[in-house]
C-alpha cells in the first residue's frame, strides 16, 4: 500500500497531525489517505509508549517504596518520594499493593516482610541491671521502660533551657550480650508526620534535643527488625 501523493507529506507533518497541529492540508490528505493514517496510527502508539516510559522514568523501585513505608529512609528522601506519590497514580497504586502485601501475616510470608519485622514494645516495670544513669544525666522522674523481643528501651524526657521545649534520652539493652549496642538508628516520628533521627552510640544511648511536647512514636531499626514505642507522650 502506497502514498496517494508521495513526497506530499513529510514525516514530521504527521507527527505535527498526531500532536493536533498539522495544517488543513495534512488532515485532509490522511482522511484520504490509507497508507498515511497506518502511519499515524503508528506514530500515535509510538507516542503512547514513550509517553508511559518517560512517566516511569522519575518512579521510585518497589523496593524504593518498600523502605519508605518501612521507614528505612533518611526523612528527606522519604518526604521526596512521599510527594511524588502524591502527583503519580501509578505509584499510588503501587503502594496500595505494597501495604496490603505487608498486612499479612509475618509469620506466613517469606521476604520483606519477614526481614524486617515491626514489633510493638510494651510499657513494663525498669528491669534490674539497667543503669538509667546511662542515660547521660537523665533524671529518674519520667522514665519509663518498654520491653519487646529480647530488647529493652528506656526513655527519659528532661525540659531544656529553652521553654517549650525537651530533651528526649534513650537507652537500649539487648539479652544477647553478642548483639552490637552502637550505630542503632532510632527516628522519633511526631502527629504532624516530622521525623527526628538519632544513632546510639557504644553504650546503646541516644538522644533527640529540641523536641516539642505532643505525643510520638519511636522507631528503632535492628538488624532485622523495628521495634515501636507507641503513644509516647512528650510533656513538660
Known sequence: MSCLQPGSITPEELVAYVDGEAPARVAEHVRRCRRCRSEVERYASIGRRLGAALRRFDCPSSHRLGEMELGLLPQEERLTI???VA??????DELRTLRAFLAVDPAAEPGLVERLRRIVAALVEPPPGVALGAL???????????R???TTI???VEPEARRGRATLLGLVAREERSEPLGGLVAELVGADGTVLQAESDDLGSFSFE???PGLYRLELRLD???LIVEGLSVEL
Open 224 to 226: 532485622d527488625r523495628v
Open 148 to 150: 519487646a523481643d529480647g
Open 87 to 92: 502527583d503519580c497514580a501509578r505509584c499510588t
Open 210 to 212: 529540641d523536641v516539642s
Open 82 to 84: 512521599a510527594q511524588h
Open 136 to 146: 547521660r544525666g537523665a533524671a529518674d522522674l519520667t522514665n519509663r521502660t518498654y
Open 154 to 156: 528506656t526513655i527519659s
